[in-house]
């Protein structure tokens, strides 16, 4: 799964990389990114590029409770194409959720040690998200989610899963708003192949959500 994540990045170079042409209200260094809180997205609607702020964790828009959100902070790629949660948003919800780093806990003798995994080629970069919209009376919650694959031979040593992270020539693709054959879907991101990925450990400061300073991407020496 991917749980938390980073993105450091400058404003500027990121409203530039998308051409988007408004500040981001929200914006700020975010170095311990947890499910539920805002997370910046990119979404496109045909003609231009629009950047805003998504909850993290998937609410349906039939969803009866909103709790479900918790539930829902990512989805499987492999079968995402299958389940009704998933497959109407992939067909025409699709989004950039941007990050430049993400975490994941390898399993050791003494324990579970949180890794930083970052790519050694790109400041910043996207997930491969899906987002809805959920309305009931007068609440209103636009949310997403992180799609995720079986680990590369990087990443297996440190976990068996990892976040679909799109090539910067798929983006614009994938951020289409037309309607897509789940089976091509399917069949991209199961071929998908995810490289120059780097990893150092960090302090476990990093496994307390209401952390979030440099002390959390900080290396350690073990």
């Not at 995994?117 to 959920?134: C, E, H, S, T």
């Amino acid at each position: 799964m991917c749980g938390r994540y980073t993105l450091l990045a400058d404003e500027v170079e990121i409203l530039k990389e998308y051409g988007i042409d408004h500040k981001l209200e929200e914006f700020a260094p975010r170095y311990n990114i947890a499910p539920r809180q805002n997370v910046l997205t990119v979404i496109s609607d045909g003609e231009n590029n629009r950047a805003g702020y998504l909850k993290w964790g998937l609410v349906p828009f039939w969803a009866k409770d909103p709790g479900i959100g918790y539930k829902m902070i990512n989805a499987r790629s492999e079968t995402a194409h299958e389940k009704p949660s998933f497959k109407r948003l992939l067909q025409r919800k699709r989004c950039l959720i941007l990050a430049d780093s993400f975490y994941e806990w390898k399993k050791e003798e003494n324990g579970k040690q949180p890794m930083r995994i970052y790519k050694d080629d790109r400041p910043f970069f996207a997930f491969a998200g899906l987002w809805d919209r959920w309305k009931q009376d007068d609440k209103e919650l636009v949310t997403c989610t992180i799609l995720t694959k079986e680990a590369n031979d990087f990443m297996e040593p440190i976990h068996k899963r990892m976040p679909v992270i799109l090539p910067k020539e798929d983006e614009a693709w994938w951020m289409q708003q037309e309607e897509r054959d789940l089976n091509e879907l399917h069949d991209y991101l199961r071929s998908l192949s995810i490289d120059g990925l780097e990893a150092y450990p960090v302090s476990t400061h990093v496994n307390n959500a209401r952390n979030e300073d440099e002390a959390c991407i900080e290396p350690i020496t073990r």
